[in-house]
């Protein structure tokens, strides 16, 4: 869903802002700490209520100041518009609104406005704990199978009862059948999402990749949390005792993962930080491009924080040319803008903004 018009205040160090962001491609360059991350994370807020550089909001608010608010008008799928308005005070927590009305959950503001990222942080797709590929898969899931939201939260509900259970230590097995009956409904239906979810982006992802690289030994696999020949009902049964000694559930869909391997090695293990890069955005814009195949509600906006770094010009322009394709808006920030600039064709409306201790301001 395209961003029209954009608001920026007290987000960082920049200054307040208004922007016409282009529908398609947006260059945003500066030097070393002039405020180009901080716009994107800006945005990343007004789509999911949160930064992806700290935990909190609270550091995000410029210093100095009580509030931070970051408002944009966009335009939906069907061409009405939207306006979306977020802000967060040092004292209470944040305030949305979309179209005027107050709304309390993030999942509402994230169904309105899909986000990708893909900032240095994103290796952490390939290299870190399985809870990466995990968000990473129910992103996608989330966005297509609308049960999903409420299914997940059923089974949230009912891992957190029977952990507690097992914590309390000296259970009897009976104690925990309602929560696990529950918990088994609930994790195979998120174990059926998943894998039809998965049945779709293999494919997609495996044309993007091929576009990116050629690293035809790569292959891309999915565990459900638990062993594939027995019934979770089964494995909650047979692992009870074990569960009870450590108070927590070892097997479910809360252990799925995503494996990448080469050869039958960890893919992390073998490749290059470059070629790690590559998959990782083959990983997300094979998710928009799915989002676009499988009729999302809206499209997809990629935030891409300091593109060039750690690509060659061959593989920056395959990159560019595929978030060309996707006919997504994108904000890309990097520190020259000329290493951006002729990777597009003319008739894509790009807008360039350059960025300055703080100020903003749109040269093309
Ligand atoms: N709450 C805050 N209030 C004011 N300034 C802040 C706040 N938090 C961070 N800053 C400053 O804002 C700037 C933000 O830089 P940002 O990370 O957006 O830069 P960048 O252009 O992406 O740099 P780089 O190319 O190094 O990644 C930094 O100079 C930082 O010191």
């Given at each position: 869903?395209?961003?029209?018009r954009l608001s920026v205040t007290?987000?960082?160090?920049?200054?307040p802002v208004t922007l016409?962001?282009?529908?398609?491609?947006?260059?945003?360059?500066?030097?070393?700490?002039?405020?180009?991350?901080?716009?994107?994370?800006?945005?990343?807020?007004?789509?999911?209520?949160?930064?992806?550089?700290?935990?909190?909001?609270?550091?995000?608010?410029?210093?100095?100041?009580?509030?931070?608010t970051v408002f944009a008008?966009?335009?939906?799928?069907?061409?009405?518009?939207?306006?979306?308005g977020?802000?967060?005070?040092?004292?209470?927590?944040?305030?949305?609104?979309?179209?005027?009305?107050?709304?309390?959950?993030?999942?509402?503001?994230?169904?309105?406005?899909?986000?990708?990222?893909?900032?240095?942080?994103?290796?952490?797709?390939?290299?870190?704990?399985?809870?990466?590929?995990?968000?990473?898969?129910?992103?996608?899931?989330?966005?297509?199978?609308?049960?999903?939201?409420?299914?997940?939260?059923?089974?949230?509900?009912?891992?957190?009862?029977?952990?507690?259970?097992?914590?309390?230590?000296?259970?009897?097995?009976?104690?925990?059948?309602?929560?696990?009956?529950?918990?088994?409904?609930?994790?195979?239906?998120?174990?059926?999402?998943?894998?039809?979810?998965?049945?779709?982006?293999?494919?997609?992802?495996?044309?993007?990749?091929?576009?990116?690289?050629?690293?035809?030994?790569?292959?891309?696999?999915?565990?459900?949390?638990?062993?594939?020949?027995?019934?979770?009902?089964?494995?909650?049964?047979?692992?009870?005792?074990?569960?009870?000694?450590?108070?927590?559930?070892?097997?479910?869909?809360?252990?799925?993962?995503?494996?990448?391997?080469?050869?039958?090695?960890?893919?992390?293990?073998?490749?290059?930080?470059?070629?790690?890069?590559?998959?990782?955005?083959?990983?997300?814009?094979?998710?928009?491009?799915?989002?676009?195949?499988?009729?999302?509600?809206?499209?997809?906006?990629?935030?891409?924080?300091?593109?060039?770094?750690?690509?060659?010009?061959?593989?920056?322009?395959?990159?560019?040319?595929?978030?060309?394709?996707?006919?997504?808006?994108?904000?890309?920030?990097?520190?020259?803008?000329?290493?951006?600039?002729?990777?597009?064709?003319?008739?894509?409306?790009?807008?360039?903004?350059?960025?300055?201790?703080?100020?903003?301001?749109?040269?093309?």
């Amino acid at each position: 869903m395209p961003l029209k018009r954009l608001s920026v205040t007290a987000v960082r160090n920049l200054h307040p802002v208004t922007l016409h962001p282009s529908p398609r491609i947006n260059i945003i360059s500066g030097s070393n700490g002039s405020g180009k991350t901080s716009l994107l994370e800006a945005i990343h807020i007004l789509g999911l209520a949160r930064s992806f550089r700290s935990t909190r909001l609270q550091p995000v608010i410029q210093h100095g100041e009580d509030a931070c608010t970051v408002f944009a008008e966009a335009v939906l799928k069907n061409g009405t518009a939207c306006s979306i308005g977020i802000t967060r005070s040092k004292q209470a927590d944040y305030q949305i609104r979309i179209d005027g009305q107050t709304i309390r959950s993030a999942a509402q503001l994230a169904e309105t406005l899909p986000l990708q990222l893909i900032n240095p942080d994103s290796f952490r797709l390939l290299e870190g704990a399985p809870k990466q590929r995990r968000q990473y898969l129910d992103w996608g899931v989330f966005h297509v199978e609308h049960q999903f939201l409420p299914v997940w939260q059923r089974l949230q509900k009912s891992l957190k009862q029977r952990n507690s259970l097992l914590r309390r230590g000296r259970i009897q097995r009976s104690m925990l059948v309602p929560w696990e009956s529950e918990l088994i409904a609930a994790g195979e239906r998120i174990d059926e999402f998943r894998q039809a979810y998965l049945l779709k982006l293999k494919p997609v992802f495996e044309n993007i990749l091929g576009r990116l690289v050629l690293l035809d030994d790569l292959t891309l696999s999915y565990y459900r949390g638990w062993d594939k020949e027995r019934s979770l009902n089964q494995v909650l049964d047979d692992q009870f005792e074990r569960d009870a000694q450590l108070g927590y559930t070892q097997s479910g869909p809360q252990r799925a993962d995503l494996r990448l391997r080469i050869k039958g090695m960890n893919a992390v293990d073998i490749l290059s930080r470059g070629q790690q890069k590559l998959v990782v955005c083959a990983m997300k814009i094979a998710q928009g491009y799915l989002l676009q195949e499988m009729g999302a509600a809206q499209s997809c906006v990629f935030l891409v924080d300091d593109l060039p770094s750690e690509l060659d010009e061959k593989h920056r322009k395959a990159l560019s040319s595929l978030l060309e394709d996707l006919q997504c808006q994108v904000f890309i920030s990097c520190v020259e803008a000329q290493q951006m600039q002729d990777c597009w064709q003319n008739d894509t409306p790009l807008s360039m903004f350059h960025v300055e201790h703080g100020r903003i301001v749109q040269t093309v």
